[in-house]
């Protein structure tokens, strides 16, 4: 394993100093428990969005902090969910009167410290509404499993939730904006190589050097099916079409495309892949009128990409294009 | 025969231990057919509980499984924290003040403690989770309690069952937790939690066999 | 090679049609010869900026045209120098009458194709001031040699020049400028791995699982000289002394930090390395006044890290906080 | 006995066909000490030139040169693309007009191509670069002119020092180009411009040996 670290074990700590140096204008980083919350939280009268989840996915979620998008986030070990105590804290520590809305990626683990930290947030008498994000099409959805994970929609509604929150919109609002655009937006994704948890040291699974998966999480779990590598083209078409099947996409819906790295694909890599996309969205009459292409939520080093297609309207076009000033997307301020 | 203050925090020590050396391979499982962190979790979580000890030294059961849960709610994340962190948190509100545990406090304590589990992961046997270890071992000590098995014996049975269950993860496809996302592709491994869950029965056999 | 690609030969080609799918607010895209003006060229009045090399370090050029930062960039096949028409080309499209600046990175290369632009938009009638920066202390300077390799104070030339340009500042003064920047700005990288140009299909150069290269440029070629691996922190030092001491930076200086990934390295790891630069930054005395942590100026999926130091006055400040928009840098717009 | 157009044309093609065999080679040698691109870069360029072909059927040999140089000039880049196309371009300025050229053309032509280079370039004999190559190569063939040797004697001398010049590359340190950042890693390693002059001068003679 090389990485560029220190001690394994430190290296969530360490990234947060790093963070804590780097932003002080945009984010106050605290430690034990760990969270980052935006540097003039509470924010009085507006509904506060906290989200969080292991680390080695960043700049999701401690990047996305700040003016516009997240009112806090609470880093896990690396690729591991964060625990109540940290929820609990950043929830205080960003709630403004409005209530606070969670952002809760599918994953068991996720969904049940979330679920206990809510618990002892409105026993302290704040008000809690957490959504759930599963928008993985990679994943047979059924009532009788875990269901789908959630993936790059999460970053989409975090900035859109952030936008309708900065508007002053009241917690119900906030929660429904959250619920439509996972209601809406759909991911899949693919991995080229795996990645090596710190602590581990050696990567989570082998792939020879002709082979790739298909449907891979953001966890460096292998994907549902393993096959020989393709073209960039044939790859994008094989998650751009169980994408738009899903929701499914009609003719004359405007989107926004989101293609992203795993984290070891470099940007041009990613416009090959948004060229392929973009042709594939026109094909089938879908106008693309907005787009994010870059890595935002990663696994660590993985090669790999995926790709998110939300459905857009005029209300979640004006809240994409609204400033956000974090340190890990920023416009319009 | 009975499960002394003492045996209770041999246990939690021993246990600890346990997960220390079988690190890797819960890590390993997990790979497999997860994200490749339980043995790092497990042991992340029951370092920060070995830190606690000391405060412990003169408390009570009920106090020492709280403390326990809550550590481990805190420290371990992932599905593990809740799922252990729980089964900790609601042995202890059954051993609330007691200072030692005869085999019927053991059953009621670990029913409540499974049924915690339960609650908060809502899967069964079969889903393929730490469930398919703890939920047959619940039975078969039941049944050696209801049958005045003696405690090491009960207690042996205890974590054979478990065991047992472990095994049976091998060839399911999940239906709960991480490894239900690979689908068809699950069945093959043995599920990581329901391998701690069997350490810490295991522990526990072996911990209090002689008790 | 597992890479997100079609046909190698045609990356440069179909990345450029990514981006002119992706970014038709903010640039246009020409083909044959390749380059990417600002979707408002000329601005008249305004000194254009034309910047170009080898394609592979993106998001540098091509990311960076737009608003309050390049006019043009030229994009050559992967690590190969563009050629004059590109440039030539590029330098009337963004002519608005006051003249052309060429940022030009001190390679062999890019120097003399260059060169050979400039004198042929002479001939056409167009001012033309060319600056090479050349900033790379893992290079020993000499008269007698190709001299210092141009990295990443080219990204912090680009941004600053671009603000200057902007307030309307003249062809002189925008090339003072840059002149300025280059003296204050020292950069040195480092490399984990190698990486593939696609049309070569093999590593440029194979590394050890436990060893790295320290002094290494942007175009996948071996550094300075190979070593086991170290730890970030160590890798840190090893990289801030000699940028440090060849100034030299004196304490009580401002300086602006740049942590920039060589295209695989994730950002929780450029945190760690920011982390460890800020700290060996005030134990000199030196006063971080700003940063920039990306991936800017990469080598394709090449994991490492470069660290640029830039020292700063007011006007420098200025210049970096005013608005950029662009597919790869923005703020403030 | 002197170069026909045809014959320069045929020298053209040939040196496309050599570069496309050699184009793994360069690249390797490049990889070594450079950024892997000058077997690619050539090739695209000599490749780009085949395509001029047609239209320099009935051309002078002036106007092929220039051809060539300004193809190199705008397809090849890096510094391959400036050095060669200055080469060719300055070879078509000294045979504009021509139809054939005797060996003094050929001296006066490569003499005024190489100059261009080193003009270009700025570098010396010693720096490891083309110009070990092109230098002694020139003085071989001023020096069989001067003879009055056979033209066929001339290429062959003209070949045979561009390769010794070309190996005497190997020690050395770079001094100009991508291969000076290495500093004295640089040495052991023959440079690849030097290796794609050398196989254009080897080309000419082979093209030219029985002219
Ligand atoms: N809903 C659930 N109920 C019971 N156990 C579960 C559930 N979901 C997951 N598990 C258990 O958790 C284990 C994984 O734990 P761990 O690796 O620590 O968490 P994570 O999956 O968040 O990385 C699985 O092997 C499984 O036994
Ligand atoms: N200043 C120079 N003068 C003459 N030849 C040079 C000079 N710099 C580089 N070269 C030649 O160019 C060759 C490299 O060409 P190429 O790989 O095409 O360009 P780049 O170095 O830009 O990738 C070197 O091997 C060397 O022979
Ligand atoms: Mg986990
Ligand atoms: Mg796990
Ligand atoms: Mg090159
Ligand atoms: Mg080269």
Known sequence: ?333 | MTISRDDVLMWIKNYAGVIRENKEYLTDLDAAIGDADHGANMDRGFQAVLGKMPELADKDIGTIFKTVGMTLLSTVGGAGGPLYGTLFLQAGMKTAGKMELSLEDLVTTFEAAISGVVMRGKAEVGDKTMIDALTPALEALKKASEENQPIAEALAAFAEAGKKGMESTTPLVAKKGRASYLGARSAGHQDPGATSSYLLLRTAADTWGDA
Request: proline share 5%.
């Open chain 1, 1 to 333: 394993m090389k990485k560029l670290i220190n001690n394994p074990e430190n290296v969530v700590k360490e990234e947060l100093e790093g963070i804590s140096y780097a932003h002080p204008d945009l984010v106050k980083v605290f430690f034990d428990p760990n969270y980052i919350v935006r540097a003039d939280a509470p924010v009085q009268g507006k509904v506060g969005i906290v989200s969080g989840g292991g680390s080695g996915h960043e700049p999701m979620h401690g990047g996305f902090v700040g003016m516009g998008m997240l009112d806090a986030a609470c880093p896990g070990a690396v690729f591991t969910s964060p625990t109540p105590d940290q929820m609990l804290e950043a929830t205080k520590a960003v709630n403004g009167g409005a209530g606070v809305l969670h952002i809760v990626k599918n994953y068991t683990g996720d969904i049940m410290n979330f679920e206990m930290a809510a618990d002892l947030a409105r026993a302290e008498g704040i008000d809690i509404e957490s959504v759930v994000i599963d928008d993985d099409v990679a994943v047979q959805d059924s009532l009788y499993t875990a269901g789908r994970r959630g993936v790059g929609t999460t970053v989409l509604a975090e900035k859109l939730c952030g936008a309708a929150a900065e508007e002053r919109r009241s917690l119900k609002q906030v929660a429904d904006l959250c619920r439509k655009v996972n209601g809406w937006g759909r991911s899949m994704g693919m991995a080229l190589t795996s990645c090596t948890v710190p602590h581990v040291g050696k990567p989570t699974f082998d792939l020879p050097e002709d082979e790739m998966e298909i449907g891979i999480g953001i966890h460096g779990e292998p994907g549902r099916e393993r096959m020989k590598v393709k073209s960039a083209d044939e790859i994008t078409e094989m998650l751009m079409e169980p994408i738009v099947k899903d929701l499914p996409y009609k003719s004359g819906d405007e989107v926004l495309i989101f293609v992203n790295s795993m984290g070891g694909t470099p940007l041009i890599e990613l416009y090959i892949i948004y060229r392929k996309a973009y042709e594939i969205a026109q094909k089938h009459g879908l106008k693309v009128v907005r787009h994010l292409i870059g890595p935002y939520i990663t696994s660590l080093e993985m090669a790999g990409c995926s790709i998110t297609l939300l459905k857009m309207d005029d209300d979640l076009k004006k809240l994409w294009d609204a400033p956000v000033k974090t340190p890990g997307m920023r416009w319009g301020a």
